[in-house]
């Protein structure tokens, strides 16, 4: 499966994004959809993973109350919604797509990637 972020951009601090991840195929529904972070000079972070029936688990530390998982499996779509933007969530943004049974935060567990999307917060 091919993945496609977007969404991303530049946005003042305490305001809001909503990013998209679209997936090629016909086989979206069987994956568990993550979405990740990286900044700069940090090891990539889990934010958020939504199972393939929707149940979802989220960083208590990054992303509790600020963000929200959800997917469209008839537009094979998965997408993270991002509220009360601060300047430390300033990163290049990437969805990835897993085969386990179960929900999973650990990245090695996402075998497909899409190349993500820089979202930049200002303050």
């Known amino acids: 499966v091919q993945l496609q972020a977007s969404g991303g951009g530049l946005v003042q601090a305490g305001g809001s994004l909503k990013l998209s991840c679209a997936a090629s195929?016909?086989?979206?529904?069987?994956?568990?959809m993550g979405w990740f972070r990286e900044a700069p000079g940090k090891e990539r972070e889990y934010l958020a993973v939504i199972g393939r029936n929707g149940g979802t688990i989220v960083n208590i530390d990054s992303a509790e109350g600020r963000f929200t998982i959800s997917r469209d499996n008839g537009k094979n779509t998965a997408y993270l919604e991002m509220n009360l933007l601060k300047p430390e969530d300033t990163a290049v943004y990437y969805c990835a797509a897993s085969v386990n049974t179960a929900v999973t935060a650990d990245p090695r567990d996402y075998i497909y990637w899409g190349q993500g999307t820089q979202v930049t917060v200002s303050s």
């Open positions: 195929g016909r086989m979206f529904s069987r994956y568990n």
